[in-house]
């Protein structure tokens, strides 16, 4: 791009007896001036700017044009080397996010590949239980585990479901669900399972 802007440079220095340059260091400040001029000719000339099939640019309208490109070009590039942070490539979604080189399994599998040096993760649904709730909070993390009812929770099927208690009333005062007929469920036994680790 750096050798066509010096070749349009060329030809605006030409048409408006200008010496405008462009130099590597100060690539967007000196587009920037250049295209103030051409805003400023523009005016001056009473140009009047047209768009569309048939109509025709005059010579400042195009100019004017090419060079707010490359200057809109050359910001986002700018942007883009400054994104980079003294590596060599970087998300343009999440700049922030640092691609690792990862070893292949036994298998030169890529589906199988291990992680490394995660500082946050977002957890499957399988994770959501209470033994994995108490390591995370014996770690000191902030939880991101997506419910297992989640989806089903967004179908309709499951909103108009009558027998379940998450569509039913709840009564914190006296500890009840109070079902689509309107009458009080009351905690009838409570059961407890160990599990695993040791909790209950």
């Known amino acids: ?3 066509k802007i010096q070749e349009a440079v060329r030809l605006v220095n030409q048409k408006f007896i200008q ?3 462009v130099g590597t260091e100060y690539r967007v400040q000196d587009l920037r001036k250049i295209c103030r001029f051409l805003e400023e000719i523009c005016r001056e000339r009473n140009i009047e700017f047209v ?3 048939g109509k025709h640019k005059s010579i400042e309208q195009r100019y004017l044009e090419l060079f707010q490109r490359y200057l809109e070009r050359q910001t986002t590039y700018d942007w883009h080397t ?4 003294g590596r060599n490539n970087y998300c343009k979604t999440d700049p922030d996010a640092t691609f690792m080189h990862m070893k292949d399994d036994h298998m030169r599998n890529a589906q199988l590949k291990l992680g490394f ?5 977002t957890a499957d649904s399988e994770y959501e239980s209470e033994e994995g709730y108490s ?3 014996e770690e000191g993390q902030q939880l991101y585990i997506k419910l297992q009812t989640y989806e089903k929770w967004k179908k309709r099927s499951f909103k108009q479901d009558i027998g379940k208690w998450e569509n039913m009333g ?3 005062e006296s500890d009840t669900y109070v079902c689509h007929a309107g009458k009080e469920l009351r905690v009838v036994y409570l059961k407890s399972s160990a599990a695993k680790v040791g909790l209950r």
């Open 117 to 121: 040096n995660d500082p946050s993760a």
């Open 135 to 137: 390591y995370l909070r």
């Open 170 to 172: 709840y009564n914190q």
């Open 19 to 21: 010496s405008f340059r």
């Open 82 to 85: 400054a994104s980079f942070q």
């Open 1 to 3: 791009m750096f050798s």
């Open 51 to 53: 768009r569309g099939h």
